[in-house]
């Protein structure tokens, strides 16, 4: 389900045109320069990341233009240069995979809906159901097995 604080915009405009500039403009840039396809995939997603730092300024501004503040937007805008890093990765790799772009927009599009995971929230509502292994473990496990295929 979609948080209320998810605009519109979000869920459709905006994965639409940065598929379209971060994938088809991008990777079509790496791919006419010889670029590798693991280098496509790998280093177009930075500036995909990098693209999102912007939302540093404002947090810093939302929580007071304070020294805590400055931390929390930090911390803020690495984890979300991370995920949206990891999500390029993917992304890539279902355009150079595909030669289409509707793929990436379809995952994009859907990543935005369901949101980042509430990890916390998930293991203190779900404690009873804890199976020794941890999520970070079963995708560190798991995740290059279905990279491979």
């Not at 930090?74 to 289409?100: A, C, E």
Request: proline content about 6%.
């Amino acid at each position: 389900m979609t948080s209320p604080k998810i605009s519109h915009s979000s869920l459709f405009p905006a994965p639409i045109t940065e598929e379209i500039v971060f994938r088809a403009c991008v990777i079509a840039v790496y791919h006419m320069s010889g670029a590798s396809t693991k280098r496509m995939i790998f280093l177009g997603p930075l500036s995909f990341g990098l693209a999102h730092a912007h939302h540093a300024w404002d947090t810093f501004n939302r929580y007071g233009r304070t020294a805590s503040a400055a931390k929390r937007a930090i911390f803020m805008s690495l984890f979300q240069l991370s995920y949206t890093t990891l999500f390029g990765f993917h992304s890539s790799y279902l355009f150079v995979r595909t030669g289409s772009i509707y793929p990436p927009i379809s995952a994009h599009i859907f990543c935005n809906i369901m949101g980042v995971p509430e990890l916390m929230w998930e293991l203190r509502t779900y404690a009873h159901r804890k199976t020794g292994q941890s999520s970070p473990t079963i995708c560190v496990v798991f995740a290059p097995r279905v990279w491979a295929y």
